[in-house]
């Protein structure tokens, strides 16, 4: 120990000699040898000083730590001397009944637990079973206990949609995380085309829209008004999420009281737009579209893309019922009414309210006061491509 002492001060006596013959040299300074010796001399007696102050330091902590572990042990005997209150409520019968009561693995062991946690109605596309669970399971929920939902059964001829497009979803999912192209979309569809064959005729087997069975209403002064000027007594407008999917959404809630099968719709709709592009090319011809039809097909792809008329006109063809969109005037605050639909048809409208860019679906309260009339001209959109 003591040579590593020695050649440390070594080494620093010299690196301080080379330090201060830099100095001089930077600042032209004359230094003597004297100069130098005495400046050895006053570091190292600061290194002492140093030394013992930290030694010092250290000393009083430990001391201090000492008398402290002292105090903590002294204290602990006396507890440990004191300890018959503690051993006798070990000894408590309670504590032994407690520990011996079976109520527990009662609990466990319940059978509507596990019903619990088999039924997963909350799921959007990605589990097989809740599609079964909702149309079989009664007391679920409030859409499946009321008159509505039983329509839903017999209409819908028990669609599983969650068992059939879950690799649907996947790959789009997939498409759309990368810079994706028109044919990347084609191809697509083209794989699967038999299991959007099978939505649209699917779809087209629902005939009336789902009453309102407790959904969250929406209460926009500017929704409540197009009621008003409508007239629609019956009738309520529920909210839809404000994600760009709105209008998809929309026809989600009328056509299954919820949003989680918009993206069947979405993709529904594009499916029919591929599959009569000859007519859909025709309509942007015709009304001077800025965009191509592959633009416009690729931006309704889009995860939160904005729906545009043509892909209203597609969803009508998708479902083969008439799209009534009452629409709010931001300026006059005066309704005005679009109608879409391909084929001329007595089936029941879906509704949807309109405001500001953001699109509503409106439910019936009771099936037998739908009484959609009204006096204001309706604005038949693409009427001249029917039939």
Known sequence: MKDTHLTKRIYRSILLVLSIFIISILFQLK????????????????????????????CSTNSLFKSKRKFSQVQTRRNFTNTKPVSNFTNKKPESNVINTKPESNLTNKKPESNFTNTKPESNFTNKKPESNVINAK??????????ESNFIT??????????????????????????????????????????????????????????????????????????????????????????????????????????????IKLGAIFIMLENERLFRIIILDHNYDESFEKIVCDSFSENSWAMMLNFYAASILINRPIISLNLNHVTFEVYILKYLYRDSLLEPVLIAFYLNHFCPILCIEKQKFDFKTKIEQNDVFIKYRN
């Open 155 to 264: 209409n819908r001829k028990e669609l599983t949609f969650t068992n059939v497009f879950i690799d649907v979803f996947d790959s789009y999912n997939e498409i759309i995380r990368k810079k994706y192209s028109f044919s990347d979309i084609q191809s697509y569809m083209k794989e699967n085309r038999n299991k959007f064959l099978n939505l649209v005729e699917n779809l087209r087997c629902i005939k009336t829209s789902v009453l309102f069975s407790n959904q969250d209403i929406e209460h926009s002064e500017h929704f409540l008004l197009i009621l008003r000027q409508i007239n629609l007594r019956n009738h309520l407008i529920i909210k839809s999420k404000l994600d760009g999917n709105c209008f998809y959404n929309a026809i989600s809630t009328c056509l299954f009281g919820n949003e989680e099968y918009f993206l069947l």
């Open 31 to 58: 230094v003597t040898l004297l100069d130098i010796i005495l400046l050895l001399i006053i570091s190292e007696l600061c290194l002492i000083l140093i030394r013992e102050f930290n030694n010092s330091k250290s």
């Open 139 to 148: 007391p679920e929920s409030n859409l499946t206990s009321k008159k509505p």
